[in-house]
């Protein structure tokens, strides 16, 4: 399987160290590092997830001229994806920086531009997608409200992703989901949701709000996550499906969306009902948060752990007596 993913690339850098006492000038820690990392983020980090699946995977981004832009396009080629990026020399490579005292988070300096793609960069990204969209089986739009998924560009990228029968996935951060109409699948968090209907969702009107976003968009299904209450899958008309979570030790939830965006996009593409496909997603997104830092998924470790949850869920299945359990 081939996928075209377009959005907001991120560099995700780690600064690690010890708390070595209070700093004599200001009431702070004094943090000693010892370990400075850098891992691809938001669009790249779905790219990275894809390949890490064993999918062929074109990335279509804007960086900066910096050295956060280098450390992008240099890793996209070590991993083996095709990297189409823009390069805008009047805006930074979106960065975030991460101050950790060992597995505690300190602080986190964001470097960005939000501002909108110019017109002369919109119709450069259209011409990338445009030479790859024959090729691939999927498109999957990354989000992160950077300024790339502008309606400028995902209007016309959908219509042509949708003349050649792509199914379209996307992870969305705008507030208005008509900004997504065509899409085939949208994965937002709880938070997204509420952000969206301007509204805080409970258990009991979360249906509604899907119902009401479903609407919005056009789209298929929603696949929305809930973090330690696992994710719920709704689709018009249809009774909503909702999967426990099954992580068991959470580390870091950094970059989970991605992978589940990732996972699911690659499951449904291959052949798997939506049911399924979550299903596999929510497996997947329990292994990355299990991880320290933004994280990638391979296939092996994935085909291990759905090993291990279709055991588990045939042994709950057993002792209660009934035929619930994973589609899987």
């Given at each position: 399987?081939?996928f075209?993913?377009?959005?907001?690339?991120?560099?995700?850098?780690?600064?690690?160290?010890?708390?070595?006492?209070?700093?004599?000038?200001?009431?702070?820690p004094?943090?000693?590092?010892?370990?400075?990392?850098?891992?691809?983020?938001?669009?790249?980090?779905?790219?990275?997830?894809?390949?890490?699946?064993?999918?062929?995977?074109?990335?279509?981004?804007?960086?900066?001229?910096?050295?956060?832009?280098?450390?992008?396009?240099?890793?996209?080629?070590?991993?083996?994806?095709?990297?189409?990026?823009?390069?805008?020399?009047?805006?930074?490579?979106?960065?975030?920086?991460?101050?950790?005292?060992r597995?505690?988070?300190?602080?986190?300096?964001?470097?960005?531009?939000?501002?909108?793609?110019?017109?002369?960069?919109?119709?450069?990204?259209?011409?990338?997608?445009?030479?790859?969209?024959?090729?691939?089986?999927?498109?999957?739009?990354?989000?992160?409200?950077?300024?790339?998924?502008?309606?400028?560009?995902?209007?016309p990228?959908?219509e042509?992703?949708?003349?050649?029968?792509?199914?379209?996935f996307?992870d969305?951060?705008?507030?208005?989901?008509?900004?997504?109409?065509?899409?085939?699948?949208?994965?937002?968090?709880?938070?997204?949701?509420?952000?969206?209907?301007?509204?805080?969702?409970?258990?009991?009107?979360?249906a509604?709000?899907?119902?009401?976003?479903?609407?919005?968009s056009?789209a298929?299904?929603?696949?929305?996550?809930?973090?330690?209450?696992?994710?719920?899958?709704?689709?018009?008309?249809?009774?909503?499906?909702h999967?426990?979570?099954?992580?068991?030790?959470?580390?870091d939830?950094?970059?989970?969306?991605?992978?589940?965006?990732?996972?699911f996009?690659a499951?449904?593409?291959?052949?798997?009902s939506?049911?399924?496909?979550?299903?596999?997603?929510?497996?997947?997104a329990?292994?990355?948060?299990?991880?320290?830092?933004?994280?990638?998924?391979?296939?092996?470790?994935?085909?291990?752990q759905?090993?291990?949850?279709?055991?588990?869920?045939?042994?709950?299945?057993?002792?209660a007596?009934?035929g619930s359990?994973?589609?899987?």
């Amino acid at each position: 399987m081939t996928f075209l993913v377009v959005g907001d690339v991120i560099c995700d850098t780690y600064v690690v160290g010890d708390v070595s006492g209070i700093s004599p000038e200001a009431p702070v820690p004094v943090l000693a590092s010892v370990d400075e990392r850098r891992c691809l983020g938001g669009a790249a980090n779905v790219a990275a997830n894809l390949r890490a699946l064993g999918c062929e995977v074109c990335l279509v981004g804007v960086v900066g001229d910096d050295v956060a832009g280098r450390y992008v396009r240099e890793r996209l080629r070590v991993q083996g994806i095709a990297e189409l990026l823009l390069r805008d020399a009047g805006r930074p490579t979106t960065e975030k920086t991460r101050i950790m005292a060992r597995h505690q988070q300190v602080v986190r300096l964001d470097r960005e531009s939000r501002r909108p793609m110019p017109a002369e960069l919109i119709a450069q990204a259209l011409a990338r997608t445009n030479s790859v969209l024959p090729e691939v089986d999927g498109l999957i739009c990354s989000d992160y409200d950077k300024g790339v998924c502008t309606p400028g560009l995902l209007d016309p990228l959908f219509e042509r992703a949708k003349a050649a029968a792509l199914p379209i996935f996307v992870d969305p951060k705008a507030r208005d989901f008509a900004r997504y109409r065509g899409a085939t699948v949208l994965t937002p968090n709880l938070a997204e949701v509420g952000h969206a209907t301007r509204d805080r969702p409970e258990p009991e009107s979360l249906a509604s709000a899907a119902e009401r976003l479903l609407r919005r968009s056009e789209a298929q299904a929603l696949l929305v996550t809930r973090g330690e209450a696992g994710m719920s899958l709704f689709r018009p008309a249809e009774v909503p499906h909702h999967l426990p979570a099954h992580a068991r030790d959470v580390v870091d939830v950094t970059g989970a969306g991605d992978t589940v965006i990732a996972a699911f996009a690659a499951a449904a593409v291959g052949g798997l009902s939506y049911a399924e496909a979550a299903w596999l997603a929510n497996v997947a997104a329990s292994i990355a948060v299990g991880k320290a830092g933004t994280a990638v998924v391979c296939r092996d470790e994935l085909e291990a752990q759905a090993q291990v949850a279709r055991t588990d869920a045939a042994e709950r299945r057993a002792s209660a007596g009934d035929g619930s359990g994973s589609p899987g």
